[in-house]
Structure formats: C-alpha cells, structure tokens
C-alpha cells in the first residue's frame, strides 16, 4: 500500500499563528510527495483536533501522519494514542515543533513560516521511512525505594506503606527525621515541630510494611522503569541492632567529645551518641574517627557498661541488593555556609547565629534548654534578623529560598514571647514574601507585636566597644542605619545537598541550573523526572515549606503506587537491533555498550541485542562499521530522510560569497 | 549584496539540548532562523555518516549537542560522540572543508540561554565564514 501521508499544522491559538502562516504550511505540505490530506487547525491538541486525524485515519486511509504543533515533549504521545485510538501504529506518527523551536524565537514571519516548511518537509519525508512497532509489557515490581528520611521521605514512606505496598526507606543519618526534628516551632500555627513529627517518624519504624535502613546509603541503580536493582551500602553501627534496648547508658561514660553535627556546632556529643534524643532508631552509633578503641587507642569504656552486651567493635560495612518497581528521591537540601560571607561575621563574632543553630537554641531538648542565651549567658536585649543570606542575591543563589521570611517571622514572636516584650527586635529585608496559608495573618499578628522591620539588605555587621552594629540602608527612608543589637540571626539560603551531582549520576537524573534536581515539566511534571520510575518529594527539587514538602511527597507516593497497582509498564520498542546477515562479527559495539546489552554469538560470529537490557541509546549503531547495528525509529533511512527533506524542501535563495568573484551555483532544489 | 545567511543542522539530543531548545523557546529567547534541528536520543547515536551527508547536502555547518560530560542519560554516548566529532573533524579538514564547520557543545536541559546564545554565535561564525565549500562540489 503507498503511503497516505496526512499533515496537520496547529495555531495552537496565536502562539503559533501569530507568527507561521499556519494555513500556507498546510498548503506547502500538500505539494509534498505522499501528502493527501493537510489542514491547519486552531489547537491540533483538542478533542476536534485530534478527532480530526482520527476521520481521516478511518474514512481517507491517511496510514502516516505529522503533525506540526508544539514541542514532541510535549505532545507526542497525545497525538500516538490518537493514531492508536484510530487502528493506526503510533510509530507511524512524526511530530515536528514550529512553537517552541520557531514562531516565539523567529523574529521575521515570513523566515518562521520558512522554517516552518523545512521542519515539515523533514517530517514528511522521515514519515514515510516509519516502521510498524510494538511496545512490550513488562512486569512493575510491586516494592517501593524512598532515599531520605525527613519529612517528605517520611510522608510518602507512610503513604505508600498505607496502600499495603512494601517500603524500603533509606537514611544516611543514623536517624531519620531529617532537618525538621531540628525545628522548634513551625510557622504560622506555632506548634512545636516534635510534636508533630515524632509520631510519623515513630509510625515509620512501626508500620510493618516499612524496611527502614537508617545509617545506610544508596551507590549503584541499575534497571529501567518496574525494575530497579539497587544496591545499598549500610555503615557499621558498631551497636548490634538487635542486641540494643536504647538505654542510653553506654553514652554516659565515653570519654570522647565531638561537636555535635545535630545541634549545628552549638554543643558537643559522645563518640558513641545518639543522633537526636527522639532519634528512630533509638539505637546509638559510634563514630569511628573519633572513638578512642576504634582509633586504637585503650578504652572499651561503652563496651563494659553495656548491659545487653550489643557493642560490637568488629561490625563491618555491608552492601546488600534491593528490588523495586519505583523511587522517590527525598534527598532534601542543605543550608549555606555564610562563614565565607566575611561581611557578616559569623565564625568571628560569637554572637552571630545561623537559623538553624537559633532553632536548636529555642529547642527544649537543644543546648540552652529552649532558652535564647548568649554565651555569656545572658537573655539578648535586642536581635537583628538578617534575610535573605544568600538567597536573592546573584553572587550565591538567585532563587528566593521560600521559608526564610515566614521562619523569621516567627523567630520575632519567639523572641518577644521568651525573652520578654521589651526585647528589641530588628528585621532587615528584601521583600517580605508571606505567601501561604495564614501567612500574611501570621505576618499581621507580629506586625503587631511592636517588631521594626527595615527594608535593606544589610552591608555588614561589625563589633563595636564590645557590641555587634548592623550597617545597612534603609531603602524606604533612604538613609542610611547603624543599629547596635546584642544578637545576629542570619536566615541563610537552602541549598541544593553538596553531593547532589553525586546523587543525580548514581540514579541517571539531572539537575537545574541552581542545582535542584531537574523535574519533568516546571508546572505540570513537578514529581516526576525525566527517568520512568524515578520521583522527587520534597527539598530535592526546590526550596519548600513543610506543607509543600508534604504535598510534593504524597503526589510522589501517589506517582509510584499507580505504577505499583497497575502492575505492568509498556516498555518503548525503539531499541537496538543488529541484523545478523550484515554483522562482520568485529565487536566494535559489544565495548562499546554502556548496560552490557550485546553479546557476541560464537556460534554464528555475530553480535546479538538482549532487547530487555537495550535502553536504545544507539551507541552501536552510530559506530557499526558494517551498519548492521541500527536503532529501531532512528535509523539510518529515517535520519537521512529527515535531512533531506530539511535541506532540499525550499531552494536556498543563491548567495554571493563575501569576497568571491564569481556567484557559487544555488543550492540544490 | 544581500547578506549571506548559512543553513546549520543541529543533532541534538533528546534528553539535554532539545530540552534546553524548548526551554529557550519558552521563555521566548529569540534566535536567528538559520539553525534546524534533528531530534536524536543521544548524540551517541549521530552516525559520522549523517554529518557528511548533511555537509554535501547543503549545509554549511553542523551542530552536534547532547548532555554535559557525565550527566548523559545514557551513561556515556556523549563521550562517544566527542571522540567521533574530532576523527571527524580532522578528516573534513583533508578534504577541504574548514573544521569549524562541524562544533560540538554541550548544553543542559536547564540551560536554555546557552542555547540561545550558540545559536546565535554560531550563525554568527559560519556567516563569517560564508557558503560551504563542499556545496559546489555536491551539485556539481
């Protein structure tokens, strides 16, 4: 049967009709050898749109189809299920993009509705090379793997654990909790973050269907979508799990300091500890650069008072393999640094603070007993509240970190309600950004709390007669202020985890440009990532409040149970094949592969595909010598077609050589 | 005399520079019409044989794009194409055609102004550097 080729070109409103003479391209296409039908339509995506290409599929016999439109990113699949819906194979289907790659980035209409007909012609000419091809079913492993335990890690743990669904969530922390069991109170309702969070941390390490592997991480992923093998690698404890019964008293008579990483530097901890006194597990850890027998040196002081006998200096690292159906990333993120922010002294004046380290000092179970002390001991007669560190600002982050001015807002009404109301406090701002739910109430009510907030980020903090002065410019009154405060807050940025590139290479997913790990679509794919099977909750992906956290991470259970009940995932058959009566045998390709997917077949001296471990990357087929190796919808008839059609559609006008003498002869026509 | 306007294919890669392509097209980055693309789904898979055919065939340069070393959704098809493009180069360069006219680059799904502006400055080059020399040959 000769190919009946059907064109559809969309004006996708005016986003493309605005520039590409929409109907004109239609009438181009129909000059094209094998086009019998080409129409424009206002939005191809539509019901009647695509209603359309299925009449014409059904009553005109159009057996191939382009449709020019936005995106194949987009798009694609809409339009292959049309084609399917209409009894046609869904490979028979070539998208070519004049939105986004012409009419909103061509200046000149009439050189976008040029370009247009090239993308067209190549579309229609590659069309015609299009082979029948069949998606293959494979089975989706009913278990789920959550990397991360703080409260997005937690939320889809428990959500996906609730549908009867096996877990398995790995922590690299000896606890999880994450940076919430940090928190004192949350805004803008004020309840204490412990209490609300210790019980889903509880709930995770009792839900039977929940394999919690705390002080573990994740190093190698292999598989695709429904078939993840992940290998996890769980750090020597040093405490027999099984043996542990959290009394506690093996971390009263170990002789080694640390300062504690939990506590942000404030205080110190044992060399065994527990991470967080509401750690899950409860099972201490010994940190083995610092304690004495693990470094050689004469103690055991642990060991002997262990009345379970659990310590174990001789427990080994193990790396175990997990199977899993799906992921959810909950990597969360970390804080910036502002040490190397000379301007503002931290690390050099002992009265500037972190966020986070003033949130362990309003913690009941933090260093001061919930107290807001100064080193000397002494409650703070005025506070300065710098925004903003490093968020907003083109030398660090130029992302807004989202929670920083609610958290601050917050601290203001801590600060009056512990240490007294006539306690000064100065918030110094960019724009105050309350943007949740009882946000804007809770800034009202601070407001009225008798806070002084300042518009302008501060240009340093200096000491002076003994006391901390913050210099900035009051950009409302336009002058400029010196304010003498006996404490500095500094609400410093969040930030992508400082391994996150680390992470992205071992589970095959990318990263923004600021470093967040990169969802499918910005607005409507904000879960899921370009990799099947793999999802993102949480602080991973973007700066995030808890409630957004949590959301993000139950629409990301949500992503992974609808693989997990579905049962089955239609694997892409644009794979590799390689054609045995062209093979030479040489095995060029079988190094080549990067998932080990070729093997050479002695018997017959040929290369041979496993189609279930191809990914269909065409490492091979770009080098075969011999062209036996070829990707099935990207191959060599097609990709030629497709430049054909690009370069001859339209004759280029001829164009003088600048300096030649002579015209060159035109372009082919 | 009309300026000269070069025709550059470009084989991009499905996960980073055609990503990187919608992008700038989102945020409405405007470019110079020249430069069409080919979606592959890695540069590892860009035969050389189709950058020679797209150079005899009436191009005057070829863009090769995929994903940033070690971020390649398939592991390591970038390097694989960084090795073909530069034999390729040095053997365009034996037969006459400038090196320039065939560029690798390696632009991220996130980096839609990057593209914008190779784009932009590779039209820039290859006007520069006028019509292919290989096109007289091919309609010979």
């Known amino acids: 049967m000769p190919n009946r080729i059907g064109v559809y070109v969309c004006h996708c409103g005016t986003n493309i009709a605005g520039k590409v003479d929409s109907p004109g391209v239609a009438e181009f296409a129909r000059s094209l050898p094998g086009v019998v039908v080409s129409r424009d339509y206002k939005f191809m995506c539509s019901d009647p749109g695509q209603d359309m290409i299925i009449e014409d599929i059904r009553n005109h016999g159009v057996n191939r189809v382009v449709v020019a439109s936005c995106s194949p990113r987009l798009h694609e699949k809409t339009f292959q299920k049309a084609c399917a819906r209409a009894g046609l194979n869904p490979f028979h289907f070539q998208m070519t993009c004049i939105r986004e790659h012409v009419s909103w980035v061509t200046r000149d209409p009439q050189e976008a509705t040029r370009k247009a007909k090239h993308l067209v012609a190549a579309a229609v000419a590659r069309v015609h090379w299009h082979e029948d091809l069949y998606s293959r079913k494979e089975r989706v492993h009913p278990d789920v793997l959550v990397v991360g335990g703080g409260i997005a890690g937690i939320q889809a743990a428990l959500d996906v654990a609730r549908s009867g669904h096996r877990v398995h969530l790995v922590e690299r922390a000896p606890s ?10 949350t805004f803008p309702t004020l309840d204490c973050a412990a209490c609300i969070s210790t019980p889903k941390m509880v709930a995770v390490a009792q839900d039977p269907n929940i394999h919690l592997l705390t002080w573990s991480e994740v190093t190698k992923v292999e598989g695709f979508v429904g078939n993840y093998t992940v290998t996890v690698h769980k750090k020597p404890r040093y405490v027999d799990e099984d043996r542990c019964t959290g009394c506690g008293l093996c971390l009263e008579k170990c002789p080694t300091k640390v300062v504690s990483e939990f506590e942000e530097g404030l205080t110190s901890r044992r060399a065994i500890y527990r991470y967080s006194p509401q750690s899950v597990p409860s099972i201490p850890v010994i940190d083995p650069e610092h304690c004495r027998t693990l470094t050689g040196k004469k103690c055991g002081a642990c060991q002997k008072l262990c009345p379970s006998g659990a310590i174990d200096y001789g427990q080994t690292a193990q790396d175990f393999e997990l199977e899993v159906g799906s992921i959810i990333l909950a990597t969360g993120f970390d804080t910036l640094d502002p040490a190397p922010m000379t301007q503002y002294g931290y690390g050099r004046y002992p009265e500037v603070y972190t966020s986070l380290q003033f949130e362990r000092m309003n913690n009941a179970v933090g260093p001061t007993g919930g107290r807001i002390l100064m080193k000397d001991g002494q409650p703070p007669r005025s506070v300065a509240i710098l925004h903003c560190v490093g968020s907003r600002d083109v030398n660090h982050h130029e992302y807004c970190s989202r929670v920083c ?8 009404h801590l600060i009056k309600d512990k240490v007294g109301h006539a306690t000064r406090v100065y918030n110094f701002y960019i724009d105050l950004r309350c943007f949740g739910k009882g946000y ?5 009510r601070v407001q009225e709390e008798d806070v002084t907030f300042i518009r302008g980020r501060p240009a340093e903090v200096v000491q002076e007669d003994g006391r901390l002065v913050v210099v900035a410019e009051d950009t409302l009154a336009g002058i400029p202020v010196r304010v003498p405060v006996d404490m500095v807050v500094l609400c410093t940025a969040m930030q992508p985890r400082a391994d996150a590139a680390e992470t992205a290479r071992v589970f ?5 440009q600021d470093g967040f790990f990169l969802e499918e679509h910005p607005k409507l794919g904000p879960v899921s990532t370009a990799t099947d099977g793999i999802f993102l909750a949480g602080t991973c992906q973007a700066p995030r409040d808890i409630p957004d956290a949590v959301a993000h991470a139950s629409g990301a259970a949500a992503q992974a149970l609808a693989l997990a009940a579905r049962g089955t995932v239609e694997i892409s058959p644009t794979v590799s094949t390689i054609d045995p009566d062209i093979c030479t045998g040489c095995r060029a390709c079988v190094g080549l592969c990067a998932y080990s997917a070729i093997e050479f077949d002695a018997r017959r001296g040929v290369a041979v595909v496993n189609q279930a471990m191809c990914k269909g990357c065409g490492s091979c087929a770009g080098h075969c010598p011999s062209g036996a ?3 099935r ?10 430049l054909e059609g690009l370069l001859e559609a339209l004759p280029q006008p001829p164009t003088p050589r600048p300096g030649a003498d ?8 | 005399m009309s300026q000269f306007e070069p025709t550059i294919v470009a084989f991009v890669c499905n996960w980073c520079t055609y990503t990187a392509a919608d992008l700038a097209g989102t945020s409405r980055m405007l470019q110079p019409y020249n430069v069409k693309l080919i979606r592959m789904m890695c540069t590892g898979m860009v035969d050389p044989k189709y950058i020679i055919r797209a150079l005899l065939s009436g191009a005057d340069a070829v863009l090769v794009s995929g994903c940033h070393p070690g971020d390649c959704h398939y592991i390591n098809g970038n390097y694989k194409a960084r090795r073909r493009v530069k034999l390729l180069q040095e053997m365009l360069a034996q037969f006459g055609i400038d090196q320039r006219r065939l560029k690798l680059t390696w632009i991220g799904a996130s980096e839609g102004n990057d593209f914008a502006r190779t784009v932009a400055e590779l039209v820039e080059e290859i006007r520069a550097l006028g019509p292919n020399e290989a096109r007289a040959v091919a309609t010979l």
Not at chain 1, 176 to 185: E, L, P, S, V
Not at chain 1, 440 to 444: D, W
Request: proline share 4%; net charge neutral.
């Open chain 1, 508 to 512: 095959g997913i990318s990263q923004g």
């Open chain 1, 629 to 631: 190796a070829r990707v």
């Open chain 1, 440 to 444: 804007e109430e809770f800034l009202r």
């Open chain 1, 662 to 669: 002579t015209e060159p002869p035109a372009a082919k026509a």
């Open chain 1, 405 to 412: 001015c609610m958290y601050a807002l917050k601290y203001d």
């Open chain 1, 176 to 185: 999880i909790g994450g940076h919430m069991a940090q928190f004192d109170k």
């Open chain 1, 633 to 642: 919808h990207f191959n060599g008839r097609q990709v030629f077609a497709e």
